[in-house]
């Protein structure tokens, strides 16, 4: 169990790829805290009844006080924060449209969510990574800031954000051994998009006839370069965007 006794935060883990995550990094022995704006109480009780230390946390990550209280229960609780992977993002409620459709307060919320959520979260951990000189921060991007997708300017312009703030936070972290990474999906079916009807029909069959590996992509072919990217075996991988899409991107 490549990650036991180790403390992993998973924002967004109520449902879809954090909730997978949350599992795989459970079965290689970590810790996890489950942190979802929704409750993901049940969520946490699943891999409790597995055996493993789980805790379900309610948060608002575009809300500095309501992640600096997820970081500090976690510590109460655990005593140490080891992994962090920013999930949490405005996804799969999109609306495809033109940009000038796009409202500011659209656009803002995007932002404060999908970039600043990621922002909020690696600073308040930081502390505490660099007081125990090690620590791993996985940000979960998205593989249409590599392709310019259309009619969703908002939400590729949040995670291309994430891309270049992992390259900076790798640099601004490593003196104290602390690895920053992303993975980077193409379009998965997690609940969240499956529920969405008009994002489902406009890149399902895109995404899979741009794939050197031509099938639909799950929530559990994304979770394994999470896991790998969270544990020792990374520990000289920094300021790298993994791109798991099937090969759908080459970068």
């Known amino acids: 169990m490549t990650l036991q006794g180790k403390v992993a935060i998973v924002t967004g883990a109520q449902t879809g790829i954090g909730r997978a995550i949350a599992h795989r990094l459970a079965a290689d ?135 270049t703030m992992t390259r900076s936070l790798a640099r601004e972290l490593g003196s104290d051994f602390i690895t920053v990474n992303a993975v980077s999906p193409g379009y998965t079916l997690s609940e969240g998009n499956l529920g969405n009807k008009e994002l489902d029909a406009a890149h399902r069959q895109a995404a899979i006839a741009s794939r050197a590996l031509p099938r639909d992509a799950w929530p559990v072919d994304i979770v394994g370069a999470v896991a790998f990217l969270a544990s020792d075996d990374a520990a000289f991988i920094s300021g790298q965007i993994l791109a798991v899409d099937g090969g759908s991107v080459y970068h």
């Open 29 to 163: 022995g970590a810790s996890v805290v489950l942190a979802d704006i929704r409750d993901a109480e049940s969520a946490a009780r699943e891999l409790r009844e597995s055996g493993t230390r789980a805790l379900a946390v309610e948060v608002d990550v575009a809300e500095e006080h309501s992640v600096q209280a997820m970081v500090e229960r976690t510590l109460a609780e655990f005593g140490s924060v080891d992994i962090l992977v920013n999930n949490a993002a405005i996804a799969s409620a999109l609306r495809l449209r033109p940009f000038e459709q796009i409202t500011v307060a659209e656009w803002r919320r995007m932002q404060d969510v999908n970039a600043m959520g990621p922002f909020l979260c690696a600073r308040s951990v930081a502390p505490h990574m660099r007081r125990q000189r090690s620590g791993r921060i996985v940000n979960i991007t998205s593989g249409t800031a590599f392709k310019g997708a259309p009619l969703m300017l908002d939400y590729v312009a949040s995670k291309g954000a994430v891309m």
